[in-house]
């Protein structure tokens, strides 16, 4: 069951925090599973049996990574997808309407025609050191903001801020 027409499968995840909804083209097949591990291994396994070329999901920050990962490990063809790629792409077909269901449909209508190069996980210690830098970068931007804060309030509103600074 690996094509309908000669056609590779392509499918969209729509990623929440909650929900995943996923979608296979050409198939036209729609189901949705808990943003769980135990939803993923069920949406794995569902997708397994359509052999899918390439399962494409936006990288929303971080919160695709549980997916992303165990399709790794599932040895599933993995594509994190730019959202502001995928935004350029509902523009050109004029796709206006939104809801989860009509993104991972969209998300699989992009990977159909972009065909988008399938993404390369980095080893566990090398995204935990990213993961670092980036956590690192963020509290020096925070650090930044509070000086600058400090410089603005009046000197009694000091007091709120000197221990966010003593913290970092």
Do not use: W
């Not at 392509?10 to 939803?39: A, M, Y």
């Not at 396994?45 to 359509?50: A, D, F, G, I, V």
């Not at 930044?144 to 003593?166: D, G």
């Amino acid at each position: 069951m690996n094509t309908k027409f000669n056609q590779s499968i392509n499918v969209g995840v729509d990623i929440g925090k909650t929900q995943l909804d996923i979608h296979i083209r050409p198939l036209e097949i729609f189901f949705s599973v808990e943003n769980t591990d135990k939803g993923i291994k069920e949406a794995l396994r569902k997708l397994k049996k359509y052999g899918p070329a390439r399962i494409i999901i936006e990288a929303t920050g971080r919160l695709e990574m549980p997916f992303v990962l165990a399709c790794v490990e599932a040895k599933l063809p993995i594509v994190r997808a730019n959202p502001v790629h995928i935004k350029r792409f509902a523009g050109a077909i004029g796709r206006r309407a939104k809801n989860d269901r009509l993104d991972a449909e969209l998300i699989a209508h992009y990977g159909e025609a972009i065909k988008p190069e399938l993404t390369v996980i980095k080893a566990e210690n090398i995204r935990l050191m990213s993961d670092l830098v980036i956590r690192r970068n963020q509290l020096l931007s925070m650090q930044t903001m509070e000086k600058n804060r400090m410089q603005i309030l009046p000197k009694t509103l000091h007091s709120t801020i000197k221990p966010m600074l003593t913290a970092m």
